[in-house]
């Protein structure tokens, strides 16, 4: 399902660079950073809590922690920056 809040694929276009590389070395990552950001990004709009995020994002408590640490170490920040650029 599509949301209002969602990526446009210019917006993706602007950030995806941000996640390239980021799992060398590690497991494969379970949820994909567009639906990831998606997902925040609805939560943002909708001022809702994590747990009411609509079943088809992936889990709350996964968005949440994708988020948090974003937040912690300036990607969030970066990633605004860059849909601001992006409009």
């Known amino acids: 399902m599509r949301y209002r809040s969602d990526l446009t694929d210019d917006q993706w276009e602007a950030i995806k660079t941000f ?21 925040v990004l609805y939560y943002k709009e909708a ?27 300036g990607l969030w920040d970066r990633i605004q920056n860059a849909l601001e650029k992006a409009i």
């Not at 995020?53 to 170490?73: E, G, K, T």
């Open 19 to 39: 996640f390239e590389g980021e799992n060398r070395g590690k497991h494969l990552q379970k949820h994909e950073k567009r639906e990831m950001v998606n997902a």
């Open 47 to 73: 001022n809702c809590s994590w747990r009411k995020l609509p079943p088809d994002f992936p889990p709350h408590i996964s968005v949440w922690n994708f988020y948090n640490r974003a937040r912690i170490n």
